[in-house]
């Protein structure tokens, strides 16, 4: 596709994308409030549940993924210097994800702990 269709599809598509967005979300809030009713639960009493280690959970996995973005930095500019520039972004995005679910794991365990010594108290 060359660059003057890809012009004229922009304005189009983007409305109509946005349209799409905001329909679905207002279609599927409409839909779990009526789930709820089905149930016999009334939505505007209904307060979802809160998720105390969401932080954590995300500043792990930033941190995990900082680590990773940073140890591969250092690995192509040290070690893989001499090599092609077509293998660089696998080391990036491999090193990203193995430490971002390295993050996500720790904070599994560190939730997994503090349930467990909550349980025996």
């Given at each position: 596709m060359d660059s003057e269709s890809l012009g004229v599809l922009i304005p189009i598509l983007v409305p109509?994308?946005?349209f799409a967005m905001i329909f679905g979300i207002v279609y599927l809030?409409?839909?779990?409030r009526m789930a709820m009713i089905e149930r016999g639960m009334d939505p505007?009493?209904?307060?979802?549940?809160?998720?105390p280690y969401q932080n954590l959970k995300w500043g792990l996995l930033l941190l995990g993924a900082g680590i990773g973005l940073f140890l591969s930095f250092v690995l192509v500019n040290t070690c893989f210097?001499?090599?092609?520039?077509?293998?660089?972004?696998a080391i990036f995005f491999s090193l990203i994800a193995i430490f971002g679910g390295l993050g996500l794991l720790t904070s599994f365990l560190v939730e997994k702990k503090h349930i467990l010594d909550k349980e025996e108290k």
């Open positions: 109509i994308s946005m809030h409409k839909r779990e505007r009493t209904y307060k979802p549940r809160s998720a210097a001499g090599y092609d520039d077509d293998s660089k972004p």
